[in-house]
């Protein structure tokens, strides 16, 4: 399974970017999608996950209100809305999928990752 994310790029405060994230390769069942960020000499931070079904999401709190995550299952891409941009937000954001965690909660708990699409928000 290989990952591509898309979509990153520079915005000023306010703005706002749509991240795809397109899955190829082996067809896996897999339980969840993640997307998480990280910036220079820190550890990867959740943004928000969705579930297989789509039914459950969950949200950072620090995002929640201005991020929306969805999946189109019939293109095996997902999507992180933004809006709302803070220069906090800047970061590299990758997204991630768990095959054998049911409901991961951390990043090790994803097997799957893409190589990630930065975000610079200026203020």
């Known amino acids: 399974l290989q990952l591509v994310e898309s979509g990153g790029g520079l915005v000023q405060s306010g703005g706002s970017l749509r991240l795809s994230c397109e899955a190829s390769?082996?067809?896996?069942?897999?339980?969840?999608v993640g997307w998480f960020r990280q910036t220079p000499g820190k550890e990867h931070e959740g943004v928000s996950c969705?579930?297989?079904?789509?039914?459950?999401?969950n949200y950072a709190d620090s995002v929640k209100g201005r991020f929306t995550i969805s999946s189109d299952n019939a293109k095996n891409t997902w999507y992180l809305q933004m809006s709302g941009l803070k220069p906090d937000d800047t970061a590299v954001y990758y997204c991630?999928?768990?095959?054998?965690?049911?409901?991961?909660?951390?990043?090790?708990?994803?097997?799957?990752w893409g190589r990630g699409t930065q975000v610079t928000v200026s203020s």
């Open positions: 991630a999928v768990a095959t054998e965690v049911r409901r991961p909660q951390l990043p090790y708990e994803y097997e799957y």
């Open positions: 390769g082996d067809t896996l069942e897999y339980h969840s």
């Open positions: 969705i579930s297989a079904s789509g039914g459950n999401t």
